[in-house]
């Protein structure tokens, strides 16, 4: 293909065709508008497959490196926003190979030998995802920080609130036990991403259309210089897969469930009812009609959001289900997805860290519910337990002191008092901070577990941050 054709507008496939194509058809098939993010990637494996055509001998070196400043120069075009691009250029690929082709001349028409859009739009999305999905784990990580210093100070008061079965009191918790209960689940979320990254870390440069090459190419010169861990053993599965993109989008939907639980949790504290958390102005927002309104609008959008990350992925399997090998214009549907998918969860960790780090615990109403004397009949009954009755009778006897208390209106403690089985000993219970402090069994919501429990966690987050 000469520079002159492409410049004239053609599309780079133009050979075969005796017409230009339809206006419509480049409105309807075209990938630029959201594939143009991919340029850094574009240029980092055009770069590399050129480096290999010169180390086989498929490109001179004064070529090679005339190509090699011309993708640099390109490159540099995009980082300083001076790229213009044309009307021909269908995606990223195409739109840098043509502008390369303009700078280098000749040799810059030697860039796609031993090459497909196929092998390389896969080598691309894959460099793309290594570089944004650690990203995100990262910001995962980050979260993870600003709830375990929010737990530590938490721990300093020893702050309490009540702990909710069906969302009705149950038993008293210790606020930093229920912080980190967020942190394992972002933990695994992280330890997901790793996984994803490792299997992803494979490249699929050198598969060309889907069958390889009859030029001496070696795959595995290119796969090195972009840094991936090893290189495809079967050309129609490496233009093919899009595993890593569903893995993500798994990973990324679980970890947009988990934040949208977070922000549930988040709504409700921060309502009148509840009263447990105040969020810091900067990280709230108002009503246009209601002048009093101060609302947990971040909060909800990570409840929001999480429809659109799951869609993300089920519209992606759905795209990719029944797909025969190999390349399909179909898998250029992958992108959307995924770019929508690792941009929305990004913002919604940074956003809900900020809120979360900035944001007041109201002590005196978390104090408030922990307290409640209903949150006691537990541990009454396991105070008959641990006196040799059978845990099925102390919670019948217990059951009839809560249900005299509501009957009579008498405060518990006065019945358990009172009680012939029970008495002065069982209402000791009732003291404030106590049923809390017996919850002391492994992984409990007590402080002397608590202990335990964040020395597993410190190790489980340095492991993160080293793998
Ligand atoms: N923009 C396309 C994509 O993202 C490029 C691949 C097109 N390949 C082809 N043979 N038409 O998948």
């Avoid at 796609?112 to 999905?133: I, P, Y």
């Avoid at 090195?224 to 129609?236: P, R, Y």
């Avoid at 006065?414 to 992984?443: C, K, M, T």
Wanted: hydrophobic residues 45%.
């Amino acid at each position: 293909m000469s520079e002159k054709n492409v410049s004239d507008g053609a599309a780079l496939w133009h050979g075969r065709f005796d017409a230009a194509p339809a206006e419509e058809l480049m409105a309807y098939t075209e990938s630029l508008s959201f594939d143009k993010r991919l340029w850094p990637d574009d240029i980092f494996g055009s770069k590399a497959h050129v480096t290999m055509l010169i180390s086989v001998g498929l490109m001179s070196k004064v070529d090679g490196e005339n190509v090699l400043a011309a993708l640099d120069a390109v490159g540099n075009e995009f980082a300083s926003g001076s790229f213009v691009f044309e009307a021909s250029d269908e995606d990223i690929h195409t739109a840098i190979e043509r502008r390369v082709t303009q700078i280098a001349g000749e040799p810059g028409g030697r860039i796609h030998t031993g090459r497909s859009r196929n092998d390389q739009v896969a080598t691309a999305v894959r460099l793309w995802c290594k570089r944004e999905v650690a990203v995100v784990r990262a910001r995962v990580l980050e979260f993870v920080d600003t709830l375990e210093s929010r737990a530590v100070e938490a721990d300093i008061q020893q702050i309490r609130l009540p702990g909710y079965t069906h969302v009705q009191h149950a038993q008293p918790v210790l606020l930093s036990h229920h912080l980190r209960a967020h942190s394992w689940s972002l933990l695994r979320d992280a330890s997901r991403l790793a996984d994803t990254l490792q299997r992803l870390d494979v490249s699929p440069l050198g598969a060309g259309a889907l069958a390889g090459s009859s030029l001496p190419i070696n795959p595995e010169v290119s796969a090195k210089e972009m840094g991936f861990a090893t290189t495809f053993a079967n050309s129609l599965d490496a233009v093919s897969d899009r595993d890593f993109i569903a893995e993500i989008l798994f990973d990324i939907a679980l970890l947009g469930v988990h934040l949208s639980r977070i922000g549930e949790e988040w709504v409700l504290w921060t309502s009148a009812e509840f009263g447990f958390a105040t969020l810091n102005d900067a990280y709230a927002t108002g009503s246009s009609m209601l002048p009093q309104k101060k609302n947990a609008d971040i909060a909800e959008l990570a409840r929001g959001k999480a429809g659109r990350l799951i869609g993300n992925l089920t519209g992606l399997l759905a795209m990719l289900k029944g797909l025969p090998l190999a390349y399909n214009r179909d898998l250029q549907e992958d992108k959307e997805p995924l770019f929508d998918s690792v941009d929305q969860v990004r913002r919604a960790l940074v956003a809900l860290n900020g809120m979360i780090a900035t944001a007041t615990f109201n002590v005196a109403n978390m104090t408030k519910g922990a307290d409640a004397e209903a949150l006691v009949a537990t541990d009454l009954a396991e105070w008959l337990v641990q006196r040799g009755m059978p845990f099925r009778e102390a919670h019948a006897v217990v059951g009839k002191v809560v249900r005299d208390a509501i009957a009579s209106g008498t405060p518990m403690v006065d019945i358990v008092r009172a009680h012939p089985q029970l008495g002065a000993d069982a209402a000791s219970l009732f003291v404030p901070g106590v049923a809390v402090a017996n919850r002391r069994s492994l992984g409990a919501a007590g402080p002397d577990a608590a202990a335990a429990q964040k020395t597993r966690l410190d190790a489980e987050i340095s492991r993160a941050k080293k793998g």
